[in-house]
């Protein structure tokens, strides 16, 4: 493990962040990864598939023929590489340390709260952390787009934090998504934003298998009912927030030297914050580094901001949201935490800056 390799965020023109301004704003700086002939195009789509790597993808063209043959290759995502962190800094067009969305399992003033079920251990947040404010920075540039998106998402906590002001369109099956598509551009949209979460669930429970090869074509499909839907002079544009590693028997536990030194911990399998006792920082470091160092990148909390994963820029908000010391699992590896666990045992995981979580599509066609 010690070649792999670790990619960081190529924020500015090789980032998921340039898209929506590229899109929205005359005046944003050049996105060197749009596809041809998308900034010129009279509407334009964009679907997020969450959870399709690149690196997926290219090994499974025949499964997915049409997205094999679209225009564009591929960009980074955000650090860590996961939904919250990435569907925030998609739609708002800037990096984790500007909106503060700074992973799925994010430490708020002592307690871990659950992004994605805006939720802590003692239940429901969206009174005691309230989603508006907790990420300030306006969705779309300010605009107020049709977004498309499972219905019951729509009044979540994680919805109102980073797609608040927007008209929502909910679908309910697959198929519907291409007809609220569709209805919207017949309506005259502009620009309509679209999310289908199916390739994550289906990686996180079953793997690469047969259940994902069957996901993989549906999401085709819809592909080519987008395609179809575009009136003419329109584009469709495909991406996604992260990509996925297959994690079957990558379990670790911390070493006992580490969980002495820390307090709690936040993050994900995948990319774990260690928050440190009091005065522990510099020991906890050295231990996780020693215990660890085979199995996951190990930085304190000031390395990785000063190498700039988070971006240039981090508000004092978004500094008080990290740990002291992050383990960024290689290979297969995932860390578990007692706190951080479900109903389901997951194979699909991600979080991590490897090739196959940080590198997603960036593809398009035109009508």
């Known amino acids: 493990m010690e070649d792999e390799q670790l990619i960081i965020p190529r ?3 090789d980032c998921v962040t340039g898209l929506i301004p590229a899109i929205l704003d005359p005046n944003a700086p050049e996105f060197d ?7 010129d195009a009279r509407s334009v ?9 690149w690196n997926q993808l290219r090994e499974r063209t025949r499964t997915a023929p049409v997205m094999a043959e679209l225009d564009g290759g591929h960009v980074t995502t955000v650090a860590p590489s996961t939904t919250a962190a990435a569907l925030t800094s998609i739609v708002t067009g800037t990096p984790p340390g500007v909106h503060g969305m700074v992973g799925y399992r994010i430490d708020v003033a ?34 107020r787009p049709v977004v498309v998106q499972n219905a019951v998402f729509a009044k979540s906590g994680f919805t109102s934090a980073h797609l608040r002001g927007v008209r929502h369109s909910g679908w309910r099956t697959l198929p519907t998504l291409a007809v609220e598509v569709r209805q919207a551009l017949a309506a005259g949209e502009p620009f309509v934003y679209a999310y289908y979460d ?13 259940h994902y090869e069957a996901e993989l074509a549906a999401v085709d499909r819809l592909v080519t009912e987008l395609m179809m839907s575009l009136p003419r002079g329109a584009s469709l544009v495909v991406t996604a927030d992260h990509g996925q590693v297959d994690c079957t028997g990558g379990r670790v536990e911390l070493d006992q030297s580490v969980k002495q030194m820390i307090d709690r911990q936040s993050g994900e399998a995948r990319f774990r914050w260690l928050h440190a006792e009091p005065g522990r920082k510099r020991d906890l470091l050295a231990a996780a580094a020693e215990c660890h160092g085979e199995q996951a990148w190990v930085r304190s909390v000031d390395e990785i901001l000063d190498d700039g994963w988070f971006g240039d820029t981090v508000s004092a908000e978004a500094r008080a949201r990290l740990g002291d010391v992050a383990l960024v699992a290689k290979g297969t590896s995932w860390f578990a935490d007692p706190a951080d666990g479900g109903k389901i045992q997951l194979i699909g995981r991600h979080g991590s800056l490897t090739p196959d979580e940080m590198n997603v599509p960036m593809l398009s066609f035109v009508s």
């Open 11 to 13: 924020f500015g023109s």
């Open 33 to 39: 990864a749009l596809p041809p002939g998308v900034a």
């Open 45 to 53: 789509v964009v679907l997020v598939v969450d959870g399709l790597g």
């Open 110 to 143: 002592g307690q871990v709260l659950n992004t994605l079920r805006w939720s802590t251990p003692r239940g429901d947040a969206r009174k005691s952390i309230i989603p508006e404010k907790f990420q300030l920075v306006e969705p779309f540039l300010g605009q």
């Open 198 to 210: 199916g390739i994550d669930k289906i990686a996180h429970e079953f793997g690469f298998g047969e």
